[in-house]
């Protein structure tokens, strides 16, 4: 499975291989999935600061 998930800390971009990447989409969805009136669909960008 790929994502056009794209994953910045402090401004910049962090390159990771494919399963890192599933892991931490994966860990971030399940999160922002148990916030109430939150649609996954809706959701263009995380920001982490």
Same mark, same amino acid.
């Given at each position: 499975?790929?994502? &056009?998930? =794209?994953?910045?800390? !402090?401004? !910049? !971009?962090?390159?990771? /291989? =494919?399963?890192?990447? /599933?892991?931490?989409? &994966?860990?971030?969805?399940?999160?922002?999935?148990?916030?109430? &009136?939150? &649609?996954? =669909?809706?959701? =263009? !960008?995380?920001?982490?600061?």
């Amino acid at each position: 499975m790929t994502s &056009d998930f =794209e994953f910045y800390v !402090k401004g !910049k !971009k962090v390159m990771m /291989n =494919e399963f890192v990447g /599933n892991v931490i989409h &994966d860990v971030i969805v399940a999160i922002v999935s148990h916030l109430h &009136d939150v &649609d996954l =669909e809706t959701i =263009e !960008k995380i920001e982490i600061s």
